[in-house]
């Protein structure tokens, strides 16, 4: 339940005018454990009637706390870039902070995962720029899944999120609605879905997997399972005017991601840990979802040339992106691995058939002359639709130093794609990446996405720009905002998981400006308030927590404090 707010004695008379001021929200979890959630407010940089950029990170000091930190993202303010505050989590540490959900809407409740800790935190946004712990889900909470990765937040407020690894426990697990499926354990297989309530509490742990199984050949599970199962759920997004929910299967993670993983490391399993499938629920209603459809995204042209099948097009299929307008009913996945984007023009259909409509390569054609530079293990992550369903935006990593690139070689990006012909095209959808040359070039048909803009991530160590958000608000000549369809603005975080190969980043939080034609500029106002160069770092020596050194950002999201919008 959750506890009261205790405020820090920090104002007041001789109060030094850059010291924080603190506030501690409480809640006793059903594990028995008091969870606490502390603000560091810098009053130099907070105010009413701001928008705010957050960023999920962990320190790099493993006895340190992780932290939401609150950006000042309200373009012309004094403090624009500057740290506003850090909202420390606690008792314990090394949660591995990873998503959040990938939209905020007034309302909303935030939804923060540790992905190593199995934990889920619940925040209240109402007092923005503070935070206020009010819901924590535990290991104890989700017994038929772990790893939880990304959070889809509903009309009602409650939200699903993705557990992406196996039980707690190898062996048979029951989920809410009676079904049984055996696991091999934690970080393994099979993942689920998990409805989280405004409080935290599990409202229905949902199966991701078949209750027959899957095709062995094409799903291994290390150690095996005697029904083989792909059902590793990453990506998620929903509808819910069609009562329709899409998940996109990653890997089976303690193969591929786990801490000290390589290249090496992650095909020595074979390529079949790493998935190629998507599946669809139907989500009418919302606590008992059921599973409609599992369909595998196809290899292209460019697998045959791969020095690994890990490399191929389709292999793991790390996230999806659902348009919004009620007549477009298809989707997106991009795969991490195999650099590529997928699309299906109708969700709703028995078996969703998928087409390669985009390849990385084509985007690192536009800027990168070496030919051996592809969309091959490119490490391509965050997609997202703009509301007005006119773009596509994708981040990639680049291909990083274990695939066998030299550093300046190592290139990450964001790029934008214009979708409109694809989704005006309905179930008539023609374009097909199938031929080589379509690979570097574009699909030849002509209802095929357009590269509207690359924005190169060059100065980077090991690893791009891994997720990214889009700033859905608008500010009116009066101060207050509203949502708005027309995205004009994107932020990006250089980090993906601590140890493992592609994953270090270089810890930086950049800020992108999009013109109305989906042009892309870096926002060099958006300034880091210690070294005073564009994009905020998170490699810093001190924050208003205290001097905690290097940390790690991962999940970001633009919110708007509640008295400013409409």
């Known amino acids: 339940m959750a506890l009261g707010m205790a405020t820090g004695l920090l104002s007041g008379s001789g109060q030094a005018a850059d010291t924080p001021v603190t506030s501690t929200s409480r809640f006793e979890a059903r594990d028995g454990i008091t969870y606490t959630a502390t603000n560091h407010l810098v009053r130099a940089a907070s ?8 960023a999920w990170a962990g320190s790099e000091d493993p006895a340190a706390p992780d932290f939401l930190t609150v950006i000042d ?10 740290v506003a505050n850090t ?5 314990g540490t090394g949660n591995e902070p990873h998503h959040m959900q990938y939209v905020w809407h007034k309302g909303d409740r935030l939804y923060a995962g540790g992905i190593y800790s199995d934990t889920t935190f619940v925040f209240d946004t109402k007092a923005l720029p503070e935070l206020r712990l009010v819901g924590v889900n535990t290991p104890t909470d989700t017994p038929c899944g772990t790893l939880p990765d990304a959070y889809q937040v509903l009309k009602d407020g409650t939200a699903y999120g993705t557990y992406m690894g196996g039980p707690n426990v190898t062996g048979p697990c029951t989920y809410t609605n009676g079904e049984v499926r055996e696991g091999n354990g934690a970080g393994g297989s099979p993942g689920e879905i998990v409805h989280i309530g405004e409080d935290g509490r599990t409202l229905a742990e949902i199966p991701a997997a078949t209750e027959e199984g899957e095709d062995p050949n094409r799903c291994a599970n290390v150690p095996s399972l005697e029904k083989a199962t792909c059902a590793n759920p990453h990506g998620i997004a929903v509808r819910e005017d069609l009562d329709l929910m899409v998940a996109s ?18 095909t020595a399993s074979g390529p079949t840990v790493a998935r190629q499938t998507v599946r669809v629920f139907d989500i009418s209603d919302r606590s008992r979802p059921e599973l409609l459809s599992v369909t595998k995204v196809p290899d292209g042209p460019r697998a045959p040339l791969e020095a690994s099948a890990t490399f191929a097009e389709s292999r793991v299929v790390m996230e999806t992106a659902l348009p919004n307008k009620p007549g477009h009913r298809g989707a997106f996945v991009s795969s991490m691995a195999g650099g590529a984007v997928f699309y299906t023009p109708d969700i709703a259909a028995a078996k969703p058939e998928w087409k390669e409509v985009f390849d990385d390569t084509t985007a690192y054609r536009s800027f990168q002359e070496d030919e051996t530079v592809t969309g091959g293990g490119d490490n391509s992550s965050w997609l997202a639709v703009s509301p007005d369903d006119r773009y596509l935006f994708h981040t ?6 274990p695939y066998g ?22 179930n008539s959808a023609r374009c097909s990446v199938d031929q080589l040359h379509e690979v570097s070039e574009g699909g030849d048909e002509r209802d095929c996405p357009e590269l509207v803009d690359v924005m190169p991530i060059r100065d980077v160590t090991d690893g791009g720009p891994h997720w990214g958000a889009m700033d859905n608000f608008a500010r009116d000549g009066k101060g207050k905002y509203r949502e708005t369809d027309r995205i004009r603005r994107i932020a990006t975080s250089n980090y993906f ?12 939080v950049c800020m992108f400006d999009l013109d109305e034609k989906g042009k892309i500029s870096p926002d060099r106002s958006f300034r880091d308030e210690v070294t005073r160069k564009p994009c905020v770092s998170f490699d810093r020596e001190s924050w208003p927590h205290g001097a905690t050194g290097n940390s790690r950002p991962h999940g970001v999201l633009f919110v708007v404090s509640d008295r400013a919008l409409r």
């Open 405 to 426: 690139k030299p550093l300046d070689k190592t290139t990450g990006m964001l790029y934008v794609l214009d979708i409109q012909k694809l989704l005006r095209s309905g």
């Open 497 to 508: 998981i601590a140890g493992t190969f592609g994953g270090g980043g270089d810890h930086r």
């Open 73 to 82: 993202a309200t373009p012309g303010s004094r403090s624009y870039g500057k």
């Open 47 to 54: 105010g009413p009637g701001r928008e705010w950029l957050l």
């Open 87 to 91: 909202v420390t989590t606690g008792p």
């Open 249 to 266: 299967d990653f890997a089976e993670a303690r193969s591929v991601a786990a801490p000290g993983a390589t290249a090496k490391s992650a």
């Open 396 to 401: 990639v990593m680049g291909q990083s130093t």
